[in-house]
């Protein structure tokens, strides 16, 4: 682990019954950082985050948050370190406004610069407008902007972002690729979970590629974008 790393995972495993899904994987994330872990359906994307967040029971590896071993930790002891997660099946109180949806996920702050629902509708105008209507009847694009908000009304240091950009509409793509830059500016970091390498390209810093559970690809990127072999090796379909 680097001294300037928010979050470090080194030789993660991890099964599902007897199957073994992640293979020895090591990342690490820096504050104020973007990585894209990139990668096929089911090449192990979403896995990796559950099992950062401790909602894989089966696993062995490292994982340090914050400089804390976070390796047996239980998820909501987790969260309160600062790490949020947002599912790829986001998960909204369907029968709360999108107020009272924030409301739910309020936690200390832990500086001046704690969220709060004026700052979330500054940073989604769509949420905004919709304050005070149930979550059941959002958009999907707008049920995953307020599973984000709803996250950062945590004050976490780093989100787990599951495929965001799935089965939106492009203009939701582009308001989150706008949020999720402007977070950068905040100092939070963001781990996100994608195939879609256009979107990725937008916001990302780093990326690490994922195929069948094993590491193929840690670099920039960039170099990512730039190396069309390995892209048709493990990201095109």
């Not at 470090?8 to 690490?28: C, K, P, T």
């Not at 820096?30 to 950062?52: D, W």
């Not at 924030?102 to 200390?108: A, C, F």
């Not at 195929?211 to 095109?236: C, P, V």
Request: proline residues 4%; charged residues 25%; without cysteine.
């Amino acid at each position: 682990m680097s001294e300037t790393a928010l979050l470090a995972v080194s030789g993660l495993n991890a099964f599902y019954g007897a199957a073994h899904i992640l293979f020895d994987l090591a990342f690490e994330v820096r504050a104020g950082e973007v990585v894209a872990l990139m990668g096929r359906n089911g090449a192990g994307k979403s896995t990796t985050l559950k099992s950062v967040m401790g909602l894989i029971e089966r696993k062995t590896g490292a994982i340090s948050f914050a400089g804390e071993d976070i390796s047996h930790v239980r998820p909501h002891e987790i969260a309160r370190l600062g790490l949020g997660y947002v599912p790829e099946d986001r998960r909204i109180f369907t029968d709360l406004t999108v107020a009272e949806n924030l409301e739910v996920g309020r936690q200390p702050a832990r500086s001046d610069e704690a969220w709060t629902p004026e700052r979330m509708f500054e940073l989604f105008p769509n949420l905004a407008e919709a304050r005070h209507r149930l979550g059941g009847r959002l958009s999907g694009g707008e049920q995953q902007m307020l599973t984000v908000a709803r996250t950062l009304m945590g004050n976490p240091r780093l989100i787990l972002l599951d495929e965001p950009s799935e089965g939106v509409a492009p203009i939701i793509v582009d308001a989150m690729a706008d949020m999720m830059l402007a977070l950068k500016k905040t100092g939070v970091a963001i781990v996100l979970s994608e195939q879609n390498l256009p979107f990725a390209e937008l916001v990302s810093d780093r990326a690490y590629v994922i195929e069948k559970g094993e590491m193929r690809f840690s670099g920039t990127m960039r170099d990512l974008s730039a190396n069309e072999e390995l892209r048709r090796a493990h990201l095109e379909v």
